[in-house]
């Protein structure tokens, strides 16, 4: 009876994740072990080829690139987003939804649109440029686009939600309880932060972090629109494997790598979250 | 008693709301102080400008001859035992109690002696490597204690210490936080809505009402002599008859004329109530002069007391009585004996608003 309603109530969800992502998923681990046919398409023999191609300084690079973006992304994500998830934290509940559904309104509108939006605003006939050479700051347009800045602020912009969402779940558990404490018990306000209000928000910004991480790596239309197509990043990359290069195999790896690194990124998150829950017992309350 | 902490003249409101209204307190230097009242009365806003959590609108906060309104929370020899008890759940038994002496400055040897010592007190040593999630209510509580005397603060503030734990337990603590601030000198300052709480533990209590101190008396003055009638009822249970104060007693309609302790503090021709608490009822098997006839309405077992309602012909309200089971007349008492009762004078008091 139990099992039964339990396979009706989950079934639906399982059997769209395994296949929509599971079995493709697999099928993708599968083709990175096979040849490159002649005209495209696979050859089913079975080779680790692709796996040593994707050691290549060329494409480790890419990964290393990829990394490097989206590592100071996440880390611009965590400076800007803790102070605003903060602030809303401490909001009385009516300004708390209104600032939260401020912050999730981009994700509402299509997030090819937002990225074209920045191209007008970042071009060397932009508003940008255009209000910095008419209030006399510079002489010249500046470079804002076509470069790793253009692409930083884009995935930036999009992702930030994730990282403000992420860490006010987090801090908002805080009762101020820990804080006043901590106060009352000698601490500065730094110190309170540094010692009692961070560590307790750990799972908050491994969340975020993550978030934005993974979403960032795996990006291709960013790099492409922002960054003039001239940073290769690991989404434009496997794009190109398999619509331009023809090399499914490869492309495979590449994705199947992409994916393991996504993977032991999000279970390291679940088990910081996990201990610090089972650490905090009822911190919550 | 030398003064420790003065309140004087403190006023806090929330909006409109007058949360604390002109309060004038002092606790003595080794004191056990309680602040008592029944939910907003504004003790916790109290608590709260004592601990430095809040600034008061008017008036000053003296510690120890200094004048500490200014002064910072952390920056005050004050510490506070919250509600919550707020352990800091990402640290051990012992890193919350070093957490306060790290502050100062402490490292080393002598921070870890203090721990130990401070552990030692609330008898939670074996316990010192655990995580607050792995404590039930009452170690918690021994921690948050622990965490908050190992600074030797000149003052410890306790918000309703023992709200959270169960009757046992309170019962136990109640001896236990006695005890606690008589080794250590340290004056305590409880809040609390539990007047039994107040009662066993406190040299003194102030009991508020709306923001004002409705009385400040010893727990026995309390309860034996109540100012008002909110005072009276607050604490313990009381009959409260309704009269008019006359030369010679309270004259209550259809009962006669009663004589009280404090009938001289009353002008006579207004109208006052007698109060008397329910043990004081004493309950006869015959008519003696000055005896009300009573009918018993209804009547609960205790286990060591029995409660008794007492119907009066003529009034609506029953009059109640408390009996030791262990009285004599207790064994033969029912649902709808007719008795007679009285109460002495010198137990009965003159109330107004």
């Known amino acids: 009876m139990v099992l039964s309603r339990r396979i009706v109530l989950t079934g639906p969800g399982i059997a769209w994740i395994v296949a929509l992502l599971v079995i493709p998923c697999l099928l993708i681990l599968g083709n990175s072990f096979f040849e490159r046919g002649v005209y495209g398409g696979i050859d089913y023999i079975f080779t680790l080829e692709n796996y040593a191609r994707a050691a290549d300084p060329l494409y480790a690079a890419v990964f290393w690139n990829s990394a490097q973006v989206a590592g100071i992304t996440t880390l611009i994500s965590l400076l800007v987003g803790y102070p605003a998830a903060y602030c809303i934290a401490q909001m009385n509940p009516r300004r708390q939804l209104a600032c939260l559904i401020l912050v999730m309104l981009p994700l509402w509108s299509n997030y090819l649109i937002r990225t074209y939006a920045w191209m007008v605003m970042l071009n060397n006939e932009g508003l940008i440029n255009r209000v910095l050479i008419g209030a006399g700051l510079i002489d010249a347009p500046l470079p804002l686009l076509y470069n790793d800045f253009a692409i930083i602020i884009g995935l930036t912009y999009g992702y930030m939600p994730f990282m403000i969402l992420a860490l006010f779940s987090s801090i908002s558990k805080l009762g101020p309880d820990l804080r006043e404490a901590s106060t009352d018990l000698g601490a500065s306000a730094f110190t309170t932060f540094r010692r009692v209000t961070l560590p307790l928000t750990l799972p908050g910004i491994a969340a975020g972090s993550v978030f934005v991480f993974v979403l960032s790596v795996g990006n291709f239309v960013t790099p492409d629109l922002l960054g003039g197509g001239k940073r290769t990043m690991l989404g434009n990359l496997i794009y190109d494997q398999f619509l331009t290069a023809r090399d499914w195999p490869f492309g495979s790896a590449i994705a199947a790598i992409v994916v393991f690194i996504m993977m032991a990124l999000l279970t390291a998150q679940a088990i910081i979250v996990n201990r610090r829950s089972r650490e905090d017992g009822e911190a919550g309350q | ?353």
Not at chain 2, 143 to 152: I, W
Not at chain 2, 282 to 293: M, N, Q, R, T
């Open chain 2, 1 to 353: 008693m030398s003064a420790l902490l003065e309140v004087a003249g403190v006023s806090k409101s929330f909006g409109p709301v007058k949360a604390v209204d002109n309060i004038d307190l002092t606790i003595g230097a080794n004191e056990f102080f309680a602040l008592l009242g029944p939910s907003g009365c504004g003790k916790t806003t109290l608590l709260r400008m004592i601990a430095g959590f809040e600034m008061p609108d008017q008036g000053r906060i003296i510690l120890a001859g200094q004048d500490i309104t200014g002064v910072k929370a952390n920056k005050r020899p004050i510490n506070l035992m919250f509600q919550s008890y707020a352990l800091f759940p990402h640290m051990t038994v012992a890193g919350n109690v070093a957490y306060g002496l790290e502050m100062e400055g402490m490292r080393g040897a002598e921070l870890d002696r203090r721990v130990a010592e401070a552990l030692d007190l609330v008898q939670l040593s074996p316990l010192a490597k655990r995580k607050p999630a792995q404590l039930s209510g009452g170690q918690k509580q021994r921690v948050a204690l622990a965490r908050a005397l190992v600074k030797r603060p000149q003052l410890l503030l306790l918000d309703e210490p023992l709200g959270a734990l169960d009757k046992k337990l309170r019962e136990q603590m109640q001896i236990e936080l006695k005890r606690l601030q008589q080794e250590t000198g340290i004056a305590f300052l409880v809040v609390t809505h539990d007047q039994e709480e107040a009662l066993t533990m406190a040299d003194r209590i102030a009991l508020l009402k709306a923001g004002r101190v409705a009385q400040l008396d010893a727990p026995r003055a309390l309860y034996e002599r109540p100012s008002s009638r909110f005072v009276a009822d607050f604490i313990g249970q009381m009959n409260f008859l309704a009269g008019e104060v006359t030369a010679a007693g309270l004259e209550i309609p259809g009962l006669g004329c009663f004589g009280a302790v404090n009938l001289a503090d009353h002008a006579i021709g207004t109208r006052a109530e007698l109060a008397i608490r329910p043990e004081r009822v004493e309950l006869l098997d015959g008519a003696v002069s000055g005896a009300i006839a009573a009918h018993v309405s209804g009547l609960a077992y205790l286990g060591q007391d029995l409660i008794l309602h007492l119907s009066i012909a003529g009034r609506a309200q029953p009059l109640v009585a408390r009996v030791p089971a262990a009285n004599p007349l207790s064994t033969r008492l029912r649902q709808g004996l007719d008795l007679w009762c009285r109460w002495p004078a010198e137990h009965s008091l003159v109330l107004s608003e």
